[in-house]
């Protein structure tokens, strides 16, 4: 792991490198619009930020606050920085940032064995685990994709998320999108 210093930094500055890396990392399906996220993030809620080390582009992180949790809805390293300790680190800075709130964040479903990428899901919550998180038993479907809910503790959960995309998007966009079911 190589140890540098992590820079939250104006995403507009970092344009063209966000936009690409934004694609490169989320699949269409799991997107929001870009120029949405640019234009929510003006409210005082919601935080979208370059992140840069050594005054290089690395990632990108933009999370939601709410009144018991913060949602880390996207998080993204370079692909050549990963494995390097840049995701611990913007973890890290966000918790550090927030130290009253539990942080909480969604994966696809690990339960879903039969998943193409299914070694990809395990990995991913693996660093999750390693970086404090735990499994919150909750399972959120998106837009008719399944993920789970982590959680930094359980002091905060399923509520907390839905309220905070609840704000974020609105009560008729938050309702076309959301549909709840829990783990058996």
Do not use: H, W
Request: charged share 30%; aromatic share 14%; net charge positive.
């Amino acid at each position: 792991m190589q140890s540098c210093e992590i820079v939250f930094e104006d995403p507009k500055k970092f344009k063209k490198q966000i936009k690409k890396l934004y694609r490169d990392a989320f699949p269409a399906d799991e997107r929001a619009p870009l120029f949405l996220l640019y234009r929510k993030s003006k409210r005082e809620i919601n935080s979208f930020y370059a992140v840069t080390a050594e005054n290089e582009f690395a990632g990108l992180a933009y999370t939601i606050r709410g009144e018991r949790a913060v949602y880390v809805f996207f998080l993204a390293v370079k692909e050549e920085l990963r494995g390097r300790g840049y995701g611990s680190a913007v973890l890290a800075k966000i918790k550090k940032l927030y130290p009253e709130l539990t942080v909480i964040l969604m994966i696809e479903d690990t339960a879903d064995t039969s998943a193409k990428n299914y070694d990809e899901r395990i990995e991913r919550l693996d660093f999750y685990r390693k970086n404090g998180f735990n499994r919150l038993n909750v399972q959120i479907n998106e837009a008719g994709v399944e993920y789970e809910l982590l959680g930094t503790d359980s002091n905060a959960g399923e509520e907390d998320f839905y309220a905070i995309m609840k704000s974020f998007l609105g009560s008729v966009l938050f309702k076309l999108i959301y549909r709840k079911s829990n783990f058996s």
